[in-house]
C-alpha cells in the first residue's frame, strides 16, 4: 500500500520561506510523478507543482517563479521549496502520486502565511 507522509509546514510571515517534504512507501518512487496540491479553507484542491521521475518540473501558475519542486529518489522523497510566500499561499498542503492509476494522499500539512 502506497503511503506518503507530509512534514515541514507551518506560520510564516509574508515573504517568507518552508520547504515542504514528502515521504514515500510502498511503491518504487523512482519511476513516477510527484504532485503537491493544496486546499484552502471554502475553496476546491488546487494543483500545485509535479514532477516525474526523470525530473522534468510543472507549476501552477499562482505559484510559478516563486516555488520549486524536487525530489531525491534514494531518500524516496519530494520537496517544495516555496520562497517570497503570500498570505493567499495559506492552505493544507498535500503531496499526491498515482503510480497505479490510482490517487493516492498524504494527510496533509498547514502552511499559515501572515503578519
Known amino acids: 500500500q502506497v503511503q506518503l507522509v507530509e512534514s515541514g509546514g507551518g506560520f510564516v510571515q509574508p515573504g517568507g520561506s518552508l520547504r515542504l517534504s514528502c515521504t514515500a512507501s510502498?511503491?518504487?518512487?523512482?519511476?513516477?510523478?510527484m504532485r503537491w496540491y493544496r486546499q484552502a479553507p471554502g475553496q476546491q484542491r488546487e494543483w500545485v507543482a509535479a514532477i516525474t521521475g526523470r525530473g522534468s518540473t510543472d507549476y501552477g501558475d499562482s505559484v510559478k517563479g516563486r516555488f520549486t519542486i524536487s525530489r531525491e529518489n534514494a531518500k524516496r522523497t519530494t520537496y517544495l521549496q516555496m520562497d517570497n510566500l503570500k498570505p493567499e499561499d495559506t492552505a493544507v498542503y498535500y503531496c499526491?502520486?498515482?503510480?497505479?492509476?490510482?490517487?493516492?494522499w498524504g494527510q496533509g500539512t498547514q502552511v499559515t502565511v501572515s503578519s
Open positions: 499526491n502520486t498515482s503510480p497505479t492509476g490510482y490517487d493516492f
Open positions: 510502498g511503491m518504487i518512487f523512482g519511476l513516477h510523478a
